[in-house]
């Protein structure tokens, strides 16, 4: 296992689907700001995981951003979806960064700027996952939010790629759109009925230059160390 591949010779990192890279049109591109929005229990952590995943297999340095969870939980779940971090996690190409919500306004409201600095501080790793910004944004105001996604995009304008997940219209209609505009990438999931039973899907409202696939619905699983499994989009729209 090793990180020495070139990013320069990766136009794309992949996100360990083949399905899901092919929706993306090859992947992530590097350069990307990627907003992954839904509802609770959408399956946004889940899906960030993937993404996370796929970037480590890539040869790539990435670190996270987890604002509900430790970092054994996180190693934890990682494992029981068979997505074992742990070996990338000791040898330093996973960077883990627990983010404690305080209480105190004053300090919620500098969360966002504290955040965009640490990231900045990140040279090594060229996949940023923030899961979930929901938590981190609920004291803080509209121009706070809107100004890390540009801050953000700025640092993946010089190469990055920065992936955030976020709760529907959590910081409200205004900001989600502007956020939307600023981001590469728009993943929106929901949880549909199908039958009997509730589907998972990813619509990929927006992605930079991957014009065809915009628009298009992606079912999917979550599967006990098998993690996300793709389903038929029959299925899903079922």
């Given at each position: 296992m ?19 890279d ?8 590097y ?17 960030s ?73 990140q ?5 940023v ?26 640092m ?26 600023i ?56």
């Amino acid at each position: 296992m090793t990180s020495n591949v070139s990013a320069e010779a990766i136009a794309t990192v992949s996100t360990g689907s083949t399905e899901i890279d092919r929706r993306l049109g090859g992947g992530i591109p590097y350069r990307t700001l990627m907003l992954v929005e839904g509802d609770p229990a959408a399956g946004k952590s889940t899906l960030s995981q993937q993404l996370l995943w796929g970037a480590l297999k890539s040869g790539q340095d990435a670190s996270i951003y987890i604002t509900e969870q430790t970092v054994q939980s996180f190693l934890r779940q990682m494992d029981s979806l068979g997505l074992d971090v742990t070996d990338y996690f000791l040898l330093n190409q996973l960077r883990i960064f627990p983010v404690n919500i305080s209480d105190d306004t004053e300090e919620s409201q500098l969360s966002f700027s504290l955040m965009v600095e640490h990231i900045s501080e990140q040279v090594a790793s060229r996949v940023v996952v923030v899961d979930s910004l929901t938590t981190l944004g609920g004291q803080a105001t509209g121009d706070e939010i809107i100004d890390f996604f540009s801050r953000c995009k700025a640092m993946c304008d010089a190469g990055k790629v920065i992936i955030t997940t976020v709760h529907s219209e959590a910081f409200g209609d205004n900001v989600h759109t502007q956020i939307r505009s600023i981001s590469d990438a728009y993943l929106r999931l929901q949880v549909r009925v199908s039958g009997s039973q509730l589907v998972k899907t990813i619509q990929v409202a927006k992605i930079r230059g991957a014009e065809s696939a915009t628009g298009s619905i992606i079912g999917f699983e979550v599967e006990p160390g098998l993690g996300l499994r793709i389903i038929p989009l029959s299925r899903a729209k079922a």
